[in-house]
T-cell receptor, first 115, second 110 residues
Framework: NAGVMQNPRHLVRRRGQEARLRCSPM?????VYWYRQLPEEGLKFMVY????????ESGMPKERFSAEFPKEGPSILRIQQVVRGDSAAYFC?????????????FGPGTRLTVL | KNEVEQSPQNLTAQEGEFITINCSYS?????LHWLQQHPGGGIVSLFM???GKKKHGRLIATINIQEKHSSLHITASHPRDSAVYIC????????????FGKGTKLSVIP
């Protein structure tokens, strides 16, 4: 059973471009969480999704950021018109049940660098 | 909003030493997690606990709900244990959001 997959592992974008980060949860997991780790800071919750539904996006910036988890395919975190402050490591995690009753399994992360 | 504090921030130990990392939180929780972040950046979930004590190999995690405190112990430490150890909490029933501490950077010297 493969673990949580994220791609790309490293992404370089220029200011103003779009960044698309992908997360494939573990097989059988329908709950996906996105976290951001800014340089020299702790991890912060961004968004929680179930298949086709955003359950909680309270940690996501109101502008430029969006997330989806379609019926088929990976979860996508999309950042439009990236700025230097978006440079961070973005981690996805998945669980078979809601995270307060189950361990969350983390992917390897995508390191976004904005030039 | 839950505040999660870890101590120490940095810890250097000699191989073989017994290590303790502490975590305190400010508001009642439904579960507490200990995570390990490798030097390469990947994150591994070590423990999820809501009461008592759990053991896995040389790692032991304990939690005291009344005192809002948890400890992670490593027995017979080894250089491969060098990593950042992160405490995270689910704040209350139905709360799937994790609130994270800033981590404890552990270096084990041969």
């Amino acid at each position: 059973n493969a673990g949580v997959m994220q791609n790309p592992r490293h992404l370089v974008r220029r200011r103003g471009q779009e960044a698309r980060l992908r997360c494939s949860p573990m097989k059988g997991h329908s709950h996906v969480y996105w976290y951001r780790q800014l340089p020299e800071e702790g991890l912060k919750f961004m968004v929680y999704l179930q298949k086709e539904n955003i359950i909680d996006e309270s940690g996501m910036p109101k502008e430029r950021f969006s997330a989806e988890f379609p019926k088929e395919g990976p979860s996508i975190l999309r950042i439009q018109q990236v700025v230097r402050g978006d440079s961070a490591a973005y981690f996805c995690a998945s669980s078979p049940r809601p995270g307060d009753t189950d361990t969350q399994y983390f992917g390897p992360g995508t390191r976004l660098t904005v030039l | 909003k839950n505040e999660v504090e870890q101590s120490p921030q940095n810890l250097t130990a000699q191989e073989g030493e017994f290590i303790t990392i502490n975590c305190s939180y400010s508001v009642g929780i439904s579960a507490l997690h200990w995570l390990q972040q490798h030097p390469g950046g990947g994150i591994v979930s070590l423990f999820m606990l809501s009461s008592g004590k759990k053991k896995h190999g040389r790692l032991i995690a304990t939690i005291n709900i009344q005192e809002k405190h948890s400890s992670l112990h490593i027995t017979a430490s080894h250089p491969r244990d060098s990593a950042v150890y992160i405490c995270a909490v689910n704040s209350g029933a139905g709360s799937y959001q994790l609130t994270f501490g800033k981590g404890t950077k552990l270096s084990v010297i041969p």
